[in-house]
C-alpha cells in the first residue's frame, strides 16, 4: 500500500468530495492545538462548522462554556452528544468517524500506528519545551531565556534525529502526528528563531509541511497575530 495523505504540491487536498458533518468546532486560530485541527480537516476535505473563541476576553469560562468543557480550553468539538476537547483525541475521532479512508492518516497497522502514538507523546514535551520559551516573550514581554532554550535545542536535537531517514515524521506517510509536530514548530517563528541551519531533517520536514496546499490558509491567524506585534 502506498501514502495517504497530500503530496507536497500546490494542489487541492486529496479527498475527492467535501463530508458535511454537523461538527461544531470551538477555536482560537492562534491556538497551535486548534491549527492541528484545521490542518487535519483540509487533508480529509471535512467541514467543520467553526466558532471562534477569544480565550483572552474570558469566552472559555463563561457559564455556558464550562457547562460544555469544565476544562475551558480550545480546540473543542460538538457532535451530537458527544463534546470533545484535546486535539489528538479530536483528530482520532474525526478521522475514524468521518475520514473517507481512515487508515490514511492513523494506520491501522500496529507497528506503524505505534509509530504515530510515540511522537504524539514526544509532542507533548517538544511543544511544551518551545511554549515555555516563545510564550513569555510574546505575552509577559520577558526576554529569551538562555536556559529553556536550551531544552529547545535538546528537543529539536531530538526531532531532527527522529525525522532521519523518513519524510513525515511517523515514517514516509503524512499522518496526524504531523500536524500536531508542525503546528508546535511554527511557534518557533517569533522573531525568526533559527531551527534549520544545524537540523536538516527538520528543515527539509518543514519545507515538505509548508508545502501543502493549505498550510497558509489554516495557520494564517497565527501569523497575523505575530506580525502584529511591536518589533
Known amino acids: 500500500m502506498g501514502c495517504g495523505g497530500s503530496k507536497p504540491t500546490a494542489t487541492a487536498p486529496t479527498a475527492t468530495s467535501t463530508t458535511k458533518p454537523s461538527v461544531d468546532l470551538y477555536l482560537a486560530d492562534i491556538s497551535p492545538p486548534c491549527r492541528a485541527v484545521l490542518m487535519f480537516a483540509k487533508e480529509t476535505g471535512l467541514e467543520l462548522n467553526h466558532k471562534p473563541v477569544d480565550f483572552t476576553k474570558g469566552e472559555t469560562k463563561t457559564p455556558e462554556f464550562l457547562a460544555m468543557n469544565p476544562c475551558h480550553c480550545v480546540p473543542t468539538i460538538k457532535d451530537g452528544d458527544l463534546t470533545l476537547w484535546e486535539s489528538v483525541a479530536i483528530m482520532v475521532y474525526l478521522n475514524d468517524k468521518y475520514a473517507k479512508d481512515p487508515s490514511k492518516l492513523y494506520p491501522t497497522d500496529p507497528q506503524k500506528r505505534a509509530r504515530v502514538n510515540l511522537v504524539f507523546g514526544f509532542q507533548r514535551q517538544f511543544g511544551s519545551n518551545i511554549g515555555d520559551y516563545i510564550v513569555p516573550q510574546i505575552l509577559q514581554g520577558k526576554d529569551a531565556d538562555p536556559e529553556i532554550e536550551e531544552k ?22 503524512l499522518t496526524l502526528a504531523d500536524f500536531s509536530m508542525m503546528v508546535s514548530l511554527t511557534m518557533l517563528d517569533f522573531k525568526d528563531y533559527d531551527y534549520k541551519s544545524n537540523y536538516p531533517c527538520v528543515k527539509a520536514w518543514n ?17 497575523e497575530m505575530l506580525k502584529s506585534l511591536p518589533s
Open 207 to 223: 519545507d515538505r509541511m509548508r508545502a501543502l496546499p493549505y498550510f497558509e490558509e489554516t495557520n494564517k491567524g497565527w501569523y
Open 152 to 173: 529547545v535545542k535538546t528537543a529539536l536535537d531530538l526531532f531532527n534525529k527522529i525525522l532521519e531517514g523518513k519524510s513525515y515524521v511517523a515514517g514516509d506517510c
